[in-house]
């Protein structure tokens, strides 16, 4: 059974007594209306009393309910900043080593380093594309340099893995955009192979 956090437990616990209150204010009413009718204001001042009480406690579970939805949400924004920075450095270091023209095994291993990283934060869409991309990134790094057909490859991983990472940290916006997610990749699949035609 799966534990409860602390404001889950503060949340049960202010339900149970409210629950408390009114079934034992309903029963103080029922004794306090045959002993205090002939007494004037006496029934309505204990309603006022136990309504304040109630409300009070109602109040309390909501304001708990409130901080642990803007804990999770802060929670949400930190890792996707963190995400976004991993995400980020990524690319920064690919376009360094397919700018330099080769790759040699200190690239290689700083790759497999970074999937170190990826894997803590990278959704499983965005782990399979990097591994496609490392795969044809090695075979065209085998010779240490990169042949015009070998740089188109790695381009085109490269777009297909820029595609996956854009899913993953703005997916939702992309889908109330007016432009479909197809037309999106389509576009930056474009952009890529724009940039690969131009003489080098």
């Known amino acids: 059974m799966r534990r409860l956090n602390k404001?889950?437990?503060e949340n049960l616990f202010y339900l149970l007594?409210?629950?408390l209150f009114v079934v034992g204010g309903y029963f103080f009413l029922r004794i306090a209306y045959k002993l205090s009718d002939h007494l004037p204001f006496t029934q309505e001042i204990v309603l006022i009393a136990l309504g304040t009480i109630v409300t009070v406690l109602i109040?309390?579970?909501l304001l708990n309910k409130q901080t642990e939805?803007?804990?999770?949400k802060e929670e949400?924004?930190?890792f996707l900043d963190l995400k976004t920075e991993v995400y980020f450095d990524l690319l920064a270091r690919i376009e360094e080593i397919l700018l330099s023209g080769h790759a040699g095994d200190d690239d290689l291993l700083r790759l497999r380093f970074l999937s170190h990283r990826l894997a803590v934060v990278a959704c499983p869409p965005v782990l399979e594309q990097y591994e496609a991309f490392v795969r044809v990134f090695k075979q065209a790094a085998r010779d240490h340099t990169f042949?015009?057909?070998e740089e188109d490859a790695i381009s085109h991983q490269l777009a297909r893995l820029t595609i996956t990472i854009r899913e993953d940290l703005v997916?939702?916006?992309?889908?109330?955009?007016?432009?479909?997610?197809?037309?999106?990749s389509e576009q930056i699949i474009e952009n890529s192979d724009l940039q690969?035609?131009?003489?080098h």
């Open 69 to 72: 939805v803007e804990l999770k």
């Open 7 to 9: 404001l889950q437990r």
């Open 59 to 61: 109040t309390a579970m």
């Open 171 to 184: 997916g939702e916006l992309d889908a109330q955009s007016d432009y479909s997610r197809r037309r999106i």
């Open 76 to 78: 949400n924004v930190k």
């Open 196 to 199: 690969n035609s131009q003489p």
């Open 147 to 149: 042949a015009d057909d």
């Open 17 to 19: 007594l409210g629950i």
